[in-house]
């Protein structure tokens, strides 16, 4: 369709900076000369393009590149997601990103991924997108297997980042530091004078770190004990970690725990269900560190203490990286960690 060619190749010359933001597009009748097409073609182009905020009209005054034009001024941020409602993890990014943005005068565009479902109207959306240039920066809350299926999304013109443990695909990585969580929550039992500590995970991948971790705690503190770990398996019911919980809250003596990590935002109402329904004390009976993604809804009144990570400082950094890799023309395999903190040392904007 001449339509697109035309809009396609007005778009590049935005996109390349041929015609920068703020710059007078030529005439209608000036386009129509150029591209051998009529009137209502060019105009077809031009309403095209308007649409996706390149371009806006101003009156007799002519038609202008927009001073804020997506490849610029938008950014994506392509999440996971299985069912219709994204993860706690994936939420309070996506409500960072809102804040961020706002702050920056930049434009969030969210896309929910399912990655059983590819030819879902999100992947169509997201795949035109890119090539038409409607964002200029991502960042990538899941990876995997994702640029095979999209490859315009490896475009090396395209800045981007990941939140992740490791730098793939050439992609800057900037991740939660996990090591520090479990470093700060031990402490801060231990400075409670708690030593049977239990850990409830959301799998089995955290185990081997978590284990190196307390060899090293015992080094120094041969009381504290690795009391309890119990893994949640993905996509678990709720009733069943909350069984495991008051199960394990049910064992006497030495054997019954006094206190536990939480190392996942999806399991803090099976957790504080089952606590309840075994009869103990929040703070008496036992302490409880909660991962918390901040800003995070509260909806409870529990005395628990909430430790996790700045969505918005992470994706600050997100921005910052994608804002750098623009000045630079290029991406370097960057690895970046944000550090673990406590609800009362995060910024009250923030939670």
């Given at each position: 369709?001449?339509?697109?060619?035309?809009?396609?190749?007005?778009?590049?010359?935005?996109?390349?900076?041929?015609?920068?933001?703020?710059?007078?597009?030529?005439?209608?009748?000036?386009?129509?000369?150029?591209?051998?097409?009529?009137?209502?073609?060019?105009?077809?182009?031009?309403?095209?393009?308007?649409?996706?905020?390149?371009?806006?009209?101003?009156?007799?005054?002519?038609?202008?590149?927009?001073?804020?034009?997506?490849?610029?001024?938008?950014?994506?941020?392509?999440?996971?997601?299985?069912?219709?409602?994204?993860?706690?993890?994936?939420?309070?990014?996506?409500?960072?990103?809102?804040?961020?943005?706002?702050?920056?005068?930049?434009?969030?565009?969210?896309?929910?991924?399912?990655?059983?479902?590819?030819?879902?109207?999100?992947?169509?959306?997201?795949?035109?997108d890119v090539i038409h240039h409607?964002?200029?920066?991502?960042?990538?809350?899941?990876?995997?297997?994702?640029?095979?299926?999209?490859?315009?999304?490896?475009?090396?013109?395209?800045?981007s980042v990941q939140v992740s443990?490791?730098?793939?695909?050439?992609?800057?990585?900037?991740?939660?530091?996990?090591?520090?969580?479990?470093?700060?929550?031990?402490?801060?039992?231990?400075?409670?004078?708690?030593?049977?500590?239990?850990?409830?995970?959301?799998?089995?991948?955290?185990?081997?770190?978590?284990?190196?971790?307390?060899?090293?705690?015992?080094?120094?503190?041969?009381?504290?004990?690795?009391?309890?770990?119990?893994?949640?398996?993905?996509?678990?019911?709720?009733r069943s970690v909350a069984t495991?919980?008051?199960?394990?809250?049910?064992?006497?003596?030495?054997?019954?725990?006094?206190?536990?990590?939480?190392?996942?935002?999806?399991?803090?109402?099976?957790?504080?269900?089952?606590?309840?329904?075994?009869?103990?004390?929040?703070?008496?009976?036992?302490?409880?560190?909660?991962?918390?993604?901040?800003?995070?809804?509260?909806?409870?009144?529990?005395?628990?203490?909430?430790?996790?990570?700045?969505?918005?400082?992470?994706?600050?950094?997100?921005?910052?990286?994608?804002?750098?890799?623009?000045?630079?023309?290029?991406?370097?395999?960057?690895?970046?960690?944000?550090?673990?903190?406590?609800?009362?040392?995060?910024?009250?904007?923030?939670?």
């Amino acid at each position: 369709m001449k339509r697109n060619t035309i809009s396609d190749a007005i778009r590049q010359k935005i996109v390349n900076g041929h015609w920068p933001p703020g710059r007078r597009l030529p005439t209608r009748q000036a386009l129509a000369d150029q591209y051998k097409a009529g009137p209502n073609t060019i105009q077809a182009a031009i309403d095209h393009l308007a649409r996706d905020g390149f371009i806006h009209a101003r009156g007799r005054l002519g038609t202008f590149v927009a001073l804020n034009p997506p490849h610029l001024a938008d950014l994506a941020i392509i999440a996971p997601t299985q069912g219709s409602i994204p993860s706690p993890f994936v939420q309070a990014i996506m409500k960072a990103a809102v804040q961020v943005a706002e702050q920056s005068g930049l434009t969030v565009r969210p896309y929910y991924i399912d990655p059983q479902s590819i030819k879902s109207d999100e992947w169509e959306q997201l795949h035109d997108d890119v090539i038409h240039h409607r964002f200029g920066g991502i960042i990538f809350l899941w990876l995997t297997s994702l640029l095979a299926k999209v490859p315009a999304l490896s475009d090396p013109g395209i800045p981007s980042v990941q939140v992740s443990s490791e730098a793939t695909f050439g992609i800057p990585a900037i991740y939660p530091d996990e090591r520090e969580f479990d470093r700060r929550a031990v402490e801060h039992l231990r400075a409670l004078g708690r030593k049977r500590i239990a850990h409830l995970l959301n799998d089995a991948v955290h185990m081997p770190s978590l284990d190196a971790f307390y060899t090293r705690v015992r080094a120094s503190d041969p009381t504290v004990q690795q009391h309890h770990i119990l893994v949640a398996p993905p996509h678990s019911q709720q009733r069943s970690v909350a069984t495991s919980v008051y199960m394990m809250m049910h064992l006497q003596g030495e054997s019954r725990p006094d206190s536990i990590i939480v190392y996942d935002d999806n399991l803090t109402q099976p957790v504080l269900a089952g606590l309840m329904q075994a009869g103990v004390r929040i703070k008496e009976d036992i302490e409880v560190v909660m991962y918390t993604n901040f800003p995070t809804p509260t909806h409870d009144s529990m005395p628990i203490t909430r430790l996790g990570f700045d969505c918005v400082k992470l994706v600050e950094q997100c921005v910052g990286q994608i804002e750098s890799q623009r000045r630079q023309g290029q991406k370097t395999t960057t690895m970046l960690h944000i550090p673990a903190e406590f609800e009362h040392e995060v910024l009250p904007s923030h939670i």
